[in-house]
């Protein structure tokens, strides 16, 4: 009886390991990206940039070419930031509206890093 046992338990062990496995598929949406004049930061809740964070580097024809999720530039890209108007390094400062219109003048850019599209920084010596 126990030897019946025995070879019953290893068979249903053999069957549930054979067995076909579900397959999880997760989706994310992000969404749109946010409308801001200026661009917006790279990192959650992506908030509009005042203008003079972002450098002309991330902007083709004027129009900003994202960050975050919401990226669409090239390969290994860093572009200038300048950490005077970043929230994380103590920012305080006016902030831009989400479907506002940049000013007609824009601020002289004066970059002091060089960011990915996600935030992080560049690698000592990158230019």
Avoid: T
């Amino acid at each position: 009886m126990l030897k019946s046992l025995c070879f019953l338990a290893v068979g249903i062990g053999m069957v549930l390991a054979n067995g076909n496995r579900a397959q999880a598929q997760v989706a994310v949406r992000i969404g749109e990206p946010p409308v801001c004049p200026y661009g917006y930061y790279e990192v959650p809740p992506y908030n509009c940039a005042p203008d003079g964070y972002y450098g002309p580097e991330w902007f083709v024809g004027g129009v900003f070419i994202g960050a975050g999720p919401w990226f669409h530039g090239p390969e290994r890209f860093y572009g200038h930031v300048d950490h005077h108007f970043d929230y994380r390094k103590g920012y305080h400062g006016n902030f831009p509206a989400r479907g506002e219109h940049p000013a007609e003048h824009r601020a002289e850019f004066h970059g002091n890093a060089m960011h990915d599209p996600h935030g992080h920084e560049a690698p000592r010596g990158h230019h």
